[in-house]
């Protein structure tokens, strides 16, 4: 019985639709007449094109068997509202982004092009007739847009970025909006502005677990365990690369090195260092043809410093030990030496942390460490002695079992932080917190005289 009734239901609906399209008749001028009623339907064929005729803004309501009744039929796009308007006869869609039955029209017009203004005031904003293009903009019907005319393409990009704002250097019929704008040089979008470049440092540097300051200051960790690739100037074919080592839940920079044209001087761990593969070579000593290696006194017999220096003045590397902690820093680096340098000191002349690529910014350090791995058959290899993981493996990281156990031990230490902050107290401002947490971490008080 059940089955009957089911069978029975289809049998009506299908003979249902069977009598409408007998009904329906068109009558060649894209028309539809339902026999034995006197309804037309003109919307029928193209109900989209037909609901346009109330504005730019109004959709046609899916479904309908007739579509003859623009405000049954037809609905108004998000921030419209359909009116009655009385020089047109008839309902519209206008323009509400104010919530209250209609605006003055500028954000009506600004739809079409964000350099459009409205053309006169209205009591419904409905379609482009209602707005204009300002001075030094063509409207483009086939677009609906207001184009900047030729040489007005800066003065356009300017109204979006500011003074310092430009037009790319590209053909284009329509310079409607940003796609076609950028910054001059010099100057980067920030916070949709173009502002000056921030100037560079010259010091970048890598330090304790490790700690990497890029060319514009930035300052951040990496924790893996693996060869770097620190800075790559073609420029003055200089190469820095380090070696991190993993102890607890942290690293630590434990071996570094420098080529200059062909010559190679790394650096260990307690000071030891080597020239070209060479143990403990007299110095000072030359390298790359006009640089020097020497050696200066320390106060603190615990740090061993070894200097790098340009001859006739310019660009000099420091290497410094203390215990088994290196650090690198770079001085004195100009733009004429530097302007090409890559590696994770960052984009000499952007400060950006930027991939091998040159362009793509990346600011996540473990995603950055691991794009700027050394991979010898492109960087070379610089350590007279490889050391895993080597890549193509990537970097390892601390193991979860070792930053539980570190975190349990640290629960039991007796370094307070109080007691790091009284280390830390000579530090520079900038640099006090990365010293207190490195303290913290190693538990060791000493750590803050790599600062």
Same mark, same amino acid.
């Given at each position: 019985?059940?089955?009957?009734?089911?069978?029975?239901?289809?049998?009506?609906?299908?003979?249902?639709?069977?009598?409408?399209?007998?009904?329906?008749?068109?009558?060649?001028?894209?028309?539809?007449?339902?026999?034995?009623?006197?309804?037309?339907?003109?919307?029928?064929?193209?109900?989209?094109?037909?609901?346009?005729?109330?504005?730019?803004?109004?959709?046609?309501?899916?479904?309908?068997?007739?579509?003859?009744?623009?405000?049954?039929?037809?609905?108004?796009?998000?921030?419209?509202?359909?009116?009655?308007?009385?020089?047109?006869?008839?309902?519209?869609?206008?323009?509400?982004?104010?919530?209250?039955?209609?605006?003055?029209?500028?954000?009506?017009?600004?739809?079409?092009?964000?350099?459009?203004?409205?053309?006169?005031?209205?009591?419904?904003?409905?379609?482009?007739?209602?707005?204009?293009?300002?001075?030094?903009?063509?409207?483009?019907?086939?677009?609906?847009?207001?184009?900047?005319?030729?040489?007005?393409?800066?003065?356009?990009?300017?109204?979006?970025?500011?003074?310092?704002?430009?037009?790319?250097?590209?053909?284009?019929?329509?310079?409607?909006?940003?796609?076609?704008?950028?910054?001059?040089?010099?100057?980067?979008?920030?916070?949709?502005?173009?502002?000056?470049m921030p100037t560079a440092t010259n010091e970048p540097k890598t330090f304790g677990d490790p700690h990497i300051v890029t060319w514009h200051n930035h300052e951040f960790e990496y924790h893996g365990e693996?060869?770097?690739?620190?800075?790559?100037?073609?420029?003055?074919?200089?190469?820095?690369?380090?070696?991190?080592?993993?102890?607890?839940?942290?690293?630590?920079?434990?071996?570094?090195?420098?080529?200059?044209?062909?010559?190679?001087?790394?650096?260990?761990?307690?000071?030891?260092?080597?020239?070209?593969?060479?143990?403990?070579?007299?110095?000072? #000593?030359?390298?790359?043809?006009?640089?020097?290696?020497?050696? +200066?006194?320390? $106060? *603190?017999?615990? %740090?061993?410093?070894? &200097?790098?220096?340009k001859e006739n003045g310019g660009v000099n590397i420091e290497f410094m030990t203390f215990k088994d902690y290196v650090s690198v820093k770079i001085h004195n680096g100009t733009k004429a030496e530097f302007?090409?340098?890559?590696?994770?000191?960052?984009?000499?002349?952007?400060?950006?942390?930027?991939?091998?690529?040159?362009?793509?910014?990346?600011?996540?350090?473990?995603?950055?460490?691991?794009?700027?791995?050394?991979?010898?058959?492109?960087?070379?290899?610089?350590?007279?002695?490889?050391?895993?993981?080597?890549?193509?493996?990537?970097?390892?990281?601390?193991?979860?079992?070792?930053?539980?156990?570190?975190?349990?031990?640290?629960?039991?230490?007796?370094?307070?932080?109080?007691?790091?902050?009284? #280390?830390?107290?000579?530090?520079?401002?900038?640099?006090?917190? +990365?010293?207190? $947490? *490195?303290?913290? %971490?190693?538990?060791? &008080?000493?750590?803050?005289?790599?600062?």
């Amino acid at each position: 019985m059940k089955l009957f009734a089911i069978l029975c239901f289809q049998l009506i609906v299908s003979a249902s639709a069977s009598l409408l399209r007998l009904l329906d008749k068109e009558d060649g001028n894209g028309n539809h007449r339902f026999l034995g009623g006197s309804s037309t339907c003109p919307g029928q064929d193209n109900p989209s094109s037909w609901c346009l005729y109330i504005g730019d803004y109004s959709k046609p309501i899916g479904g309908q068997t007739c579509y003859n009744d623009y405000d049954v039929d037809c609905y108004c796009d998000t921030g419209y509202i359909m009116r009655s308007v009385s020089y047109a006869s008839g309902v519209r869609c206008c323009s509400d982004s104010s919530g209250s039955g209609g605006d003055d029209g500028t954000d009506h017009c600004r739809r079409y092009s964000a350099v459009a203004t409205k053309r006169n005031y209205r009591t419904c904003f409905d379609n482009w007739d209602d707005c204009d293009c300002p001075s030094g903009y063509d409207y483009s019907s086939s677009r609906k847009t207001c184009c900047a005319q030729h040489g007005n393409f800066d003065t356009h990009c300017q109204l979006f970025y500011g003074p310092h704002a430009q037009a790319q250097n590209v053909y284009c019929p329509c310079h409607e909006d940003e796609q076609f704008c950028e910054c001059k040089p010099g100057f980067h979008l920030d916070n949709n502005y173009c502002v000056p470049m921030p100037t560079a440092t010259n010091e970048p540097k890598t330090f304790g677990d490790p700690h990497i300051v890029t060319w514009h200051n930035h300052e951040f960790e990496y924790h893996g365990e693996c060869d770097l690739l620190m800075l790559h100037a073609p420029t003055i074919g200089m190469d820095v690369h380090v070696r991190t080592t993993i102890r607890y839940d942290y690293s630590f920079i434990s071996q570094a090195a420098v080529r200059i044209g062909q010559d190679v001087f790394e650096v260990v761990s307690y000071g030891e260092y080597m020239l070209n593969s060479i143990d403990l070579v007299d110095l000072p #000593a030359k390298m790359g043809g006009n640089y020097v290696i020497t050696k +200066p006194p320390m $106060k *603190d017999k615990r %740090k061993i410093k070894y &200097l790098i220096t340009k001859e006739n003045g310019g660009v000099n590397i420091e290497f410094m030990t203390f215990k088994d902690y290196v650090s690198v820093k770079i001085h004195n680096g100009t733009k004429a030496e530097f302007d090409d340098a890559t590696g994770m000191m960052g984009h000499y002349e952007t400060g950006d942390m930027v991939a091998r690529d040159g362009y793509t910014s990346m600011d996540d350090p473990a995603l950055y460490g691991q794009e700027w791995q050394v991979r010898p058959e492109r960087d070379g290899q610089l350590f007279s002695l490889a050391r895993e993981p080597q890549y193509p493996h990537q970097c390892r990281l601390p193991s979860p079992n070792a930053v539980q156990a570190r975190a349990r031990r640290l629960g039991e230490v007796a370094i307070s932080k109080e007691a790091a902050e009284a #280390a830390c107290s000579a530090v520079s401002e900038s640099m006090r917190p +990365p010293c207190i $947490k *490195d303290v913290l %971490k190693t538990q060791d &008080l000493d750590i803050a005289e790599i600062y």
